[in-house]
């Protein structure tokens, strides 16, 4: 599973609150990735980072913000959350030659 | 946009039998990729074919792709109820000149394969 974790893996809010989501990882991988997975979409990247405090957008990127402070965490904030940002949201790290590593994934519901 | 168009989207077949998921997209690529997702789970990559290959094996997964139709296949061969699960392509983009778009993947919507005992 190339040591990806993500936290939490359940998640339960409100409509208008901020919300955190953490991508972790031990194997010192340069680039990672936040997707979110909704039915009849498949996933959709939201996010990306090329190295520490180096990230772009992916094409779903509006509402959301990232952030890289060291090399093994991944944050995605959903600075106000909305209901059309229930979904499921998987991290993932590249490897060589080019594949990518998933986490088990976070599970976010927006009431 | 979806880059990569899985079709069928949903296959169910007997156990013993072959499966054939075909994935077309739209611009170059650098490589094309192939996951797997069981139910509830995350993605596991299967096989990853560079834009320079026709054609990859991997056990009993059989890849091609012909870039100038811009399609892929990947073939299943003597499937279990155990290989039932959603299969997804995924592209990736050619090398930006800054290398800040490297390994970035576009996925299909995937198909759902059932595999009956």
């Known amino acids: 599973d190339a040591g990806i974790t993500q936290s939490p893996r359940h998640k339960v809010t409100e409509t208008g609150t901020p919300v955190t989501l953490r991508c972790h990882q031990t194997?010192?991988?340069?680039?990672m990735y936040w997707y979110r997975q909704d039915p009849g979409h498949g996933l959709r990247l939201i996010h990306y980072?090329?190295?520490?405090?180096?990230?772009d957008k992916g094409e779903v990127s509006d509402g959301y913000s990232v952030s890289r402070s060291k090399t093994e965490d991944f944050l995605l904030t959903l600075e106000s959350a909305t209901s059309s940002q229930t979904s499921v949201y998987f991290c993932?790290?590249?490897?060589?030659?080019?594949?990518?590593?998933f986490g088990p994934g976070t599970r976010l519901t927006v009431t | 946009s979806q880059q990569g168009e899985e079709d069928p989207q949903a296959l169910s077949i007997q156990e013993g039998e072959n499966a054939t998921m075909n994935c077309s997209y739209k611009?170059?690529?650098?490589?094309l990729q192939w996951y797997r997702q069981n139910s509830g789970r995350g993605l596991v990559h299967l096989i990853l074919?560079?834009?320079?290959?026709r054609e990859k094996h991997s056990g009993r997964l059989r890849v091609t792709l012909d870039t100038s139709k811009k399609s892929s296949s990947l073939l299943i061969t003597a499937s279990r109820a155990a290989d039932t699960a959603s299969y997804f392509c995924?592209?990736?983009?050619?090398?930006?000149?800054?290398?800040?778009?490297?390994?970035?993947?576009?996925f299909g919507q995937g198909t759902i394969l059932t595999v009956h005992p």
């Open positions: 993932a790290i590249r490897g060589q030659p080019g594949e990518q590593y």
């Open positions: 194997e010192n991988h340069r680039y």
């Open positions: 980072s090329y190295g520490v405090k180096d990230t």
């Open positions: 611009t170059s690529i650098n490589n």
């Open positions: 074919i560079r834009s320079n290959e």
């Open positions: 995924a592209t990736a983009a050619p090398f930006n000149a800054g290398g800040t778009s490297y390994g970035k993947l576009t």
